[in-house]
């Protein structure tokens, strides 16, 4: 198969692409590519520790796994190295007395770019136990205005009840008897203050608040950035950069290891049937799916077998090869695209299809290894069929350039062949003869 | 000038199914695996103490070489075991059949490569001048007019076969070549060096040693 010469499949929206990003939905019989479907969040885990981690979990975490960390500079995963260093013996005037035996420190390493938390001057630990990456200090400030705001908000929303109630006046009030005396008003308020106490946050921080005012002077920039020679490998590149946004990197030591992302499984539907057509297994090691219905099964593959020069005088043989996914013998028919679909304003060739049919051979998985000649069997047109192998087909058809037209040579057809929809049925006393629906895809080969 | 001059350093282990040919100095400590390829085809090689060459290694001193006269030679001794060395000097002519392609020259420049340098497997030298503390890990490949300073790490299949200069400590990995650098050294590989030379010498025949003291690197 060469991999300059495309097949694509036109789907159901009109987005051709190669079949194998394709779908096939067997409820509404026909391709589905990405953009037709919709995705939903089936699980998140850890690219690195395949650990499973449930969705609250990972919320709270800000969608990182806490014990896995990437590397800053190529974001591959960060190992734990250990080192023998010496301990250190200093005496009372912080002098360097003498060294001792040895310890083990830890720190960590990227085995792609050997990138090692030494490079930021972090210093080696101890133990490989506890986290790695301190909290920002940020975080306690920013859950403190978090909090505030949300206090003032459910304030705002107490005083408006309360407005609302005094609007509408009480039987009570009329009656000289005031709301707060109660019982119940006043668990009523007490229940909505506890609400807004449910974050703490210190009323300093919260005073501290100062109103920031734009200004047209800016702090000029430091002397040594224009006099200084710089190495390009002090400074961050730009994709570790925006990887940490909020630490504003700028030199190479200020980059730090974070925590690595995590990954989700996700599950697809089609959007018209809301059928689901891909489900992943929920275990995050295993790469097996629970339903996978993609176009591969489903729909038979043309390859090209030989790339040849198209020229626009005469019609040259192209040899394509057909692969059958269905398990029993299915014949299929090429026909060409009807008028007026989108797609044949992008032909550059004219093709000259095999009128008759061809039976495809079945798909057996056991014969995989010994095939037999199975020519006899099909009453196969010579200058059409080639050759058989198994469930594949090579046959020929004939394309000409189409003249006044540049570039790749772009042919297309209608693959017309029966779908039978061979899952068992729910009630085994009603043998339905499975029934077969007629699929037309329509390819562009670009030769 | 003996042009088949083997110096191999006490200490050294240096399996005789290794192929090096030409005037070759190996250090003490070094350790060179079976199927290396040491050709000091263009002017001797020179090789310091405590490297690691593992094994399908090829470290060549190309000389004037073209690339398809070398790739045609390197081709031919891929599988062509090496000729027992008698110890004493070979006949020029017998040498000059097992060395298909003689140097012209008298003594040609040398490739200085220094120590406890770690050639992974299936590593291609041809760079001139390499330090000492430098890791070149699998396939990568260096270029003759390449220069290789102390503590770098070319990573795993990263050829750089442009005229250049690896300063110190300069990591190079990447499809694309990236580099960047680090602040220490890569560590000497002292255990997996004791380990092999306890090993090797129950598993495979070595070369003898010839030299007392450790060479002093040439030119």
């Known amino acids: ?61 800000k969608n990182r796994c806490l014990s896995c960390l990437e590397c800053p500079n190529c974001t591959n995963f960060l190992q734990v190295r250990s080192a023998q260093v010496p301990t250190v013996r200093r005496d009372g005037g912080g002098k360097l007395k003498g060294f001792g035996s040895f310890k083990k ?33 940020e975080d306690a400030w920013m859950s403190s205005v978090i909090n505030y705001w949300r206090h003032l908000m459910q304030k705002e929303k107490v005083e408006m009840e ?62 040594s950035l224009y006099t ?48 689901n057509l891909s489900k992943p297994e929920f275990n995050p090691a295993s790469i097996k799916f629970k339903i996978h219905q993609i176009a591969l099964r489903f729909v038979p593959r043309f390859h090209i077998v030989k790339k040849v020069e198209i020229t626009d005088d005469a019609f040259t043989k192209v040899q394509l090869s057909l692969t059958n996914p269905a398990e029993h013998n299915l014949p299929v028919q090429l026909v060409p695209i009807p008028e007026g679909h989108p797609v044949l304003k992008t032909l550059t060739g004219e093709v000259v299809l095999p009128g008759k049919e061809i039976v495809l ?35 020929t058809v004939k394309v000409k350039k189409m003249e006044g037209s540049e570039g790749p040579v772009r042919i297309g057809f209608v693959l017309r062949y029966k779908y039978k929809n061979l899952t068992p049925s729910i009630r085994p006393e009603e043998p339905k003869e499975a029934e077969e629906v007629l699929v037309e895809p329509v390819l562009t080969i670009v030769l | 000038m003996n042009y088949d001059s083997l110096k191999i350093a006490r200490g050294a282990v240096v399996c005789a199914e290794a192929d090096l040919r030409g005037d070759v100095t190996v250090g003490t ?70 060395c298909s392609y003689v140097c012209g020259k008298a003594v040609g420049e040398a490739q200085n490569i220094g120590n406890y340098n770690f050639f992974e497997v299936g590593s291609h030298v041809q760079a001139m001048k390499i330090g000492s503390n430098n890791v070149f890990e699998s396939k990568c490949k260096l270029g003759r007019k390449l220069t290789v300073g102390d503590g770098c790490v070319v990573s795993v299949f990263c050829a750089l076969e442009k005229e250049d200069h690896l300063g110190d400590r300069t990591v190079v990995y990447g499809p694309n070549n990236q580099r960047r650098k680090q602040q220490d050294k890569p560590m000497p590989q002292t255990q997996q060096l004791e380990f092999l030379a306890k090993v090797l010498p129950n598993f495979h025949n070595l070369k003898k040693s010839n030299v007392a003291a450790s060479p002093e690197p040439k030119g």
């Open chain 1, 1 to 61: 198969m060469s991999s300059e010469c495309e097949v694509n499949y036109v789907c159901s929206c009109g987005k051709s692409m190669p079949l194998i990003y394709l779908f096939f939905c067997k409820y509404c019989v026909t391709l589905r590519c990405p953009r037709c479907l919709s995705h939903e969040v089936d699980s998140y885990y850890c690219p690195h520790c395949l650990e499973n981690i449930p969705s609250t979990d990972a919320k709270s975490t």
């Open chain 2, 29 to 98: 400590n070094t350790i060179i695996h079976p199927k290396v390829r040491i050709f000091a085809y263009g002017g001797p090689i020179v090789i310091g103490e405590g490297c690691l060459i593992e094994e399908q290694t090829v470290i060549i001193n190309r000389g004037d070489l073209s690339d398809e006269e070398l790739g045609k030679f390197l081709k031919e001794t891929e599988t062509r075991p090496p000729q027992a060395r008698s110890g004493k000097n070979a006949p020029l002519r017998a040498l000059q059949a097992q």
């Open chain 1, 162 to 223: 309360k407005r609302k109630r005094q609007r509408r006046g009480s039987l009570l009030g009329s009656l000289g008897i005031s709301d707060k005396l109660l019982p119940f008003s006043k668990l009523r308020g007490t229940f909505s203050m506890n609400l807004a106490g449910s974050g703490q946050f210190d009323e300093n921080i919260v005073k501290s608040f100062v109103k920031v005012e734009a200004s047209e002077e800016t702090e000029p920039a430091d002397e």
């Open chain 1, 228 to 275: 200084a020679p710089g190495e390009a490998y002090d400074y961050a590149t730009i994709p570790s950069r925006i990887n940490q946004p909020c630490d504003s990197v700028y030199k190479s030591t200020d980059l730090k290891a974070r925590c690595t992302h995590l990954m989700v499984k996700r599950s697809q539907r089609c959007r018209e049937c809301e059928h």
């Open chain 1, 105 to 137: 420190v830890y720190y960590q390493q990227c085995s792609f770019c050997f990138w090692t938390t030494r490079d930021i001057n972090q210093p080696d630990r101890e133990s490989t136990s506890g986290p790695w990456v301190d909290t920002p200090p």
């Open chain 1, 361 to 395: 051979a079945a798909r057996d998985d056991t014969t995989q290894f010994d095939p037999e000649n199975q020519s006899s069997e099909f009453d196969d047109d010579p200058e059409v069929v080639i050759s058989r192998r198994l469930n594949k087909v090579t046959f």
